[in-house]
């Protein structure tokens, strides 16, 4: 069975500073990773993904990952955030043979001026 | 073009009441996904359907719940009667191609649903 966490529920930061936010899964097969952002009152938006190939991803508004395979980890990091950034972030997984998404518990960050 | 659009945003409905929700995939989008956030807790897989049959429903909670996807466009989730645990937000999203665990799914921005 897939399962993903995310450790830290709420992450306060001040603005223009950087931010990683956990996740971790377990998997008995291979997975593709995905990092999603909800800002207010708007659906899931995919910030990126992870397939294959580099383990260094980078998605939108200025967001990467690494993909650890041995510490079955995929952190989110922004070296520099803005107050718009201020939204809950959920990490998930999916099998190679299906479609379902597995999501972790959400992190939500709050970016302080 | 549009995205996923779901209705209504918000439903308060008392325990015993049936509720149903509507969800709009993107217009072409074969796979529609139901899935379902209780508070606090991770958001949850209910269905998948790929045009108008079911594909997986493994992550259906049980028979108070109905998804049905008529000709493959819109779908909605029935829950018939409903209990106070099913209290959460209802996300579904679509995604384009078939069959693939690497096709993104554009999701909807949830029907938050309170059982009293």
């Known amino acids: 069975a897939q399962s993903v966490t995310q450790l830290d529920s709420q992450v306060p930061v001040f603005e223009e500073a950087p931010v990683e936010l956990r996740c971790n899964y377990s998997?008995?097969?291979?997975?593709?990773l995905f990092w999603y952002v909800q800002y207010p009152n708007q659906g899931l938006q995919l910030l990126l993904k992870?397939?294959?190939?580099?383990?260094l991803v980078k998605g939108i508004n200025g967001f990467e990952a690494e993909f650890n395979k041995s510490q079955t980890s995929f952190h989110l990091r922004k070296p520099s955030v803005h107050i718009s950034d201020t939204a809950e972030y959920f990490c998930?997984?999916?099998?190679?043979?299906?479609?379902?998404?597995?999501f972790g518990t959400g992190t939500s960050l709050t970016v302080i001026p | 073009e549009a995205g996923v659009t779901q209705f209504p945003s918000h439903s308060v409905i008392e325990k015993g009441q049936t509720v149903t929700l509507r969800c709009d995939p993107i217009?072409?989008?074969?796979?529609l996904y139901w899935y379902r956030r209780v508070m606090g807790k991770e958001i949850k897989f209910l269905l998948h359907?790929?045009?108008?049959?079911?594909?997986?429903e493994s992550g259906m909670p049980n028979n108070r719940f109905l998804a049905e996807r008529t000709g493959g466009t819109y779908s909605t989730l029935k829950v018939q009667p409903a209990e106070l645990e099913d209290s959460g937000v209802y996300f579904c999203?679509?995604?384009?191609?078939?069959?693939?665990?690497?096709?993104?799914?554009?999701f909807g921005p949830g029907t938050r649903l309170t059982v009293l």
């Open positions: 999203a679509s995604s384009l191609y078939r069959a693939s665990s690497t096709d993104t799914q554009y």
């Open positions: 998997s008995s097969v291979s997975v593709y």
């Open positions: 992870y397939l294959s190939g580099s383990t």
């Open positions: 998930a997984v999916t099998k190679n043979t299906g479609n379902q998404f597995y």
């Open positions: 217009s072409g989008h074969d796979n």
């Open positions: 359907f790929v045009k108008e049959s079911k594909q997986d």
